[in-house]
C-alpha cells in the first residue's frame, strides 16, 4: 500500500479544526499553522505537529490545505507579504499541491495559481458547502477547480473530508461554483425567512407549518436545518452572518465584472447589512430572520422560545 500523502493545514477556525481532525482519524501525517497558535492546541493534542509558519509547513507537506476567511488572507499564507520568507509558496517543493479550501475571488484564485505554477507547484480551488456539521462529520460537499490529474492524486485527502468531490473545470471554477452556492443559498434562506415571518403576522402556528412546507415542493436543506433552529430561538453559528456577506461581495463583485443582475441576491445584501448593523455578525445566517422581525415588528418564534 502507497505511503499516505503528508498534509499541512492552515486555518484551523470553526470548519478547519474539525476538516483537520478528520484527516487525523483517516490516518494522514498532519502538520498544522494558524495565525492565533491557541487554536492550533487541541489539533496539536490529538496528533498534528505544529508548523512554524505557512512555509515550515509547505516545506514538509506534499498538499497544503489553505481555510481562512478571505481573498487577502490566502494570499498572505499562500504568498507570504513584506518580503518575509513566510509564506507556503517559498517553502512548497516542487510537485506539491496547494489546495485552498476558503471562498474567495475567482480572479484571485487564478492569479495565485499562476505564481505558483511558476515554481512548478500545482493548485486545487476546492471550496466547500455543508456548514459546520459537515466539516465535523466529513460529509461536505467539494467543488474543485483545476487539472483533473493532480485532483485525482489528492482525491484521497478530499475523500477523509467529504461525500461529495466534483471537478468543475479550470482553476477558478472551484470558486465560481461555491458563489452559484451562495446565490442559492442566500435565496432560499430569505424565502424561508419571508414564508415564517407571513406565517407568524398571519397568526399560523409556526410547527405546524415548519412541517406541512417540508413535507412538500417548498423543501430545501435551509428549511429542513435552519427552520426549526430559528423557531427555536438558535441562532449559533453554523455559517456566520459577516462570512456569507463576504460572500455575496464577492457574487457582487464578479457580476459587476460580468455585467450581470442579480436582482435577489443584492436584495439579500441589504437584508445582511441590517443584521450586521444590528449586531449579528458573528450569528449563524438562520439570524437573517432577525432583520426582517426588526424592520417588521413582528417575531417569527414559537411562544417558547
Not at 53 to 82: F, H, K, W, Y
Not at 109 to 116: D, E, G, K, M, V
Not at 196 to 217: E, I, M, N, P
Request: net charge neutral; hydrophobic share 45%; glycine share 12%.
Amino acid at each position: 500500500m502507497p505511503e499516505k500523502l503528508r498534509v499541512g493545514f492552515i486555518g484551523l477556525g470553526l470548519m478547519g479544526r474539525p476538516m483537520s481532525l478528520n484527516l487525523l482519524k483517516a490516518g494522514f501525517p498532519l502538520i498544522v499553522w494558524n495565525r492565533t497558535q491557541s487554536k492550533a492546541d487541541s489539533v496539536v493534542k490529538a496528533g498534528a505537529m505544529l508548523g512554524r509558519s505557512p512555509a515550515n509547513v509547505a516545506t514538509r507537506s506534499d498538499v497544503v490545505i489553505t481555510m481562512v476567511s478571505d481573498s487577502p488572507d490566502v494570499e498572505q499564507v499562500v504568498l507570504g507579504s513584506g518580503g518575509v520568507p513566510t509564506g507556503v509558496i517559498d517553502g512548497a517543493q516542487r510537485g506539491s499541491v496547494v489546495v485552498d479550501m476558503s471562498t474567495i475571488s475567482p480572479a484571485v484564485t487564478r492569479s495565485i495559481a499562476q505564481r505558483l505554477a511558476e515554481k512548478g507547484v500545482a493548485m486545487l480551488d476546492a471550496p466547500v458547502s455543508g456548514g459546520t456539521v459537515g466539516a465535523q462529520n466529513a460529509t461536505l460537499s467539494i467543488m474543485v477547480g483545476g487539472d483533473p490529474e493532480v485532483l485525482q492524486r489528492c482525491m484521497p485527502v478530499f475523500q477523509a473530508l467529504g461525500q461529495r468531490v466534483t471537478h468543475c473545470g479550470p482553476n477558478g471554477m472551484g470558486q465560481v461554483t461555491k458563489l452559484v452556492n451562495q446565490i442559492i443559498v442566500t435565496g432560499t434562506l430569505s424565502a424561508v425567512c419571508e414564508g415564517l415571518l407571513f406565517g407568524a403576522k398571519a397568526g399560523a402556528d409556526l410547527q405546524a407549518v415548519q412541517r406541512a412546507v417540508s413535507g412538500g415542493a417548498a423543501n430545501s436543506w435551509q428549511l429542513e436545518n435552519l427552520g426549526p433552529r430559528i423557531l427555536s430561538g438558535d441562532f449559533a453559528p453554523g455559517f456566520m452572518v459577516k462570512l456569507l456577506q463576504k460572500d455575496l461581495r464577492l457574487v457582487d463583485e464578479a457580476a459587476t465584472e460580468m455585467g450581470l443582475p442579480l436582482f435577489t441576491t443584492l436584495i439579500a445584501q441589504q437584508v445582511l447589512r441590517v443584521a450586521a448593523n444590528l449586531g449579528l455578525s458573528d450569528e449563524g445566517t438562520q439570524a437573517y430572520i432577525k432583520a426582517l422581525e426588526a424592520m417588521a415588528g413582528v417575531q417569527a418564534r414559537t411562544p417558547s422560545s
